[in-house]
């Protein structure tokens, strides 16, 4: 099976400190680059996240503090990987909730303006829960017949997740073979950031999802009450949902302009 692309696609698996989008970082990214023609590029990197790696998360991984000590930060590579990634869609396992937010947050803090305007991304985790409700491990045993070995490497996730979408295109005659598609059945909800602080309406309007004003548009809450934006951007919330914030606030303010 070779997937049907428009454009190279990376499929790309995180392990980090912790499990929260605005504060944890990456200790390990790998990447596997999918080319029209089908050819493959696999790039791994062990990363210094300059904070403690919380026990939880080393139990799930294995990473340990020491293990990490003397590996480069991200912002020393972060470049490297945006030049890998930059022409390309996304795809990895539980990606839209998790990988891809936290991927963001960590070009956002090396000031690379990293968005996902002119990518599709592919979660094969909502492809496997709206087909068959299970877990990576699980999915790879019933999609590829094999037993998923060093689960919670960031290496052989990406390898596997690679591996399920392959299947999972030849055992459901009802998926189809593009991204486009394939990016569409794989989105739970479409927000406007990635931690889905900002939804959409019926309309295309953006909304916010949460809190007092949940349900309400953006731009209403912003000329209603001018303080609520002074006071999302002072909180903690993640880097890519004040830029989208302040993207929504400067366009509407150019709009008045015009």
Known sequence: MQLNLNKPICFFDL??????????????????????????????WLLNPEMTISPQATAVHGITNEKVSDQPTFKMIAKQIFNFIKDSDLGGFNSNRFDIPILAEEFLRCGID??????????????????EQRTL???????????????????????????????????????????????????????????????????????????????????????????????????????YTKKVLTSIKLHNFNKKLN
């Open 137 to 239: 491990t699980a999915a790879y045993r019933f999609y590829c017949g094999k037993d998923l070995t060093n689960a919670h490497s960031a290496e052989v996730d990406t390898i596997a997740t690679y591996e399920v979408l392959k299947s999972q295109l030849e055992k459901y005659s009802s998926l189809k073979n593009n991204t486009k598609f394939l990016s569409e059945f794989s989105t739970r909800q479409k927000f406007a950031d990635f931690a889905g602080f900002i939804s959409y309406d019926s309309e295309g309007n953006e909304c916010f999802s949460f809190g007092k004003h949940k349900g309400k548009k953006v731009t209403d809450v912003l000329r209603d009450e001018p303080g609520y934006y002074g006071w999302l951007l002072d909180a903690d919330f993640p880097l």
């Open 114 to 131: 990293f968005d996902m305007k002119n990518r599709k991304s592919i979660d094969v985790q909502t492809i496997f829960h709206k087909m």
């Open 15 to 44: 392990e980090t400190t912790g499990v929260s989008i605005t504060s944890d970082k990456i200790v390990e990214i790998s990447i596997l680059k999918v080319f029209i023609n089908g050819e493959e590029n696999l790039k791994t």
